[in-house]
């Protein structure tokens, strides 16, 4: 399974962003999309997730000014709505999903956890 994300930059502080990430390959189902952020010499941290339900999780950092959503037509499609973005915003942000490919019939089959490749996004003026 392959994730490809797109849409970091550089905004101005204050300003807006959209990341996007869209899965690709041959699997049954996603059951949470993510996205994590690391920042120069740290662990990678969790921004934002929503699972297959729709229940969201955001870290105590972002809650509030960014918004994860997954595309209604183009389920495998999840983004992250950055607003209000400060300079400590800055870092390079990853998409994750995580599925199960196809099992025996119509049932799913074993667990997949894909990482797309790193988005940067820099936020100064």
């Known amino acids: 399974v392959q994730l490809q994300a797109s849409g970091g930059g550089l905004v101005q502080p204050g300003g807006s962003l959209r990341l996007s990430c869209a899965a690709s390959g041959n699997f049954h189902s996603i059951s949470s999309m993510a996205w994590y952020r690391q920042f120069p010499g740290k662990q990678r941290e969790l921004v934002a997730r929503q699972t ?45 999903a995580i599925g199960a490919f196809h099992g025996k019939g119509w049932s799913p089959g074993r667990t997949w956890n894909s990482w797309g490749q790193g988005t940067l996004v820099t936020v100064s003026s």
């Open 52 to 96: 297959s339900d729709g229940d969201q999780t955001y870290s105590d950092s972002v809650r509030n000014r960014f918004a994860i959503s997954r595309d209604d037509d183009a389920k495998n499609t999840v983004y992250l709505h950055m607003n209000s973005l400060k300079p400590e915003d800055t870092a390079v942000y990853y998409c994750n």
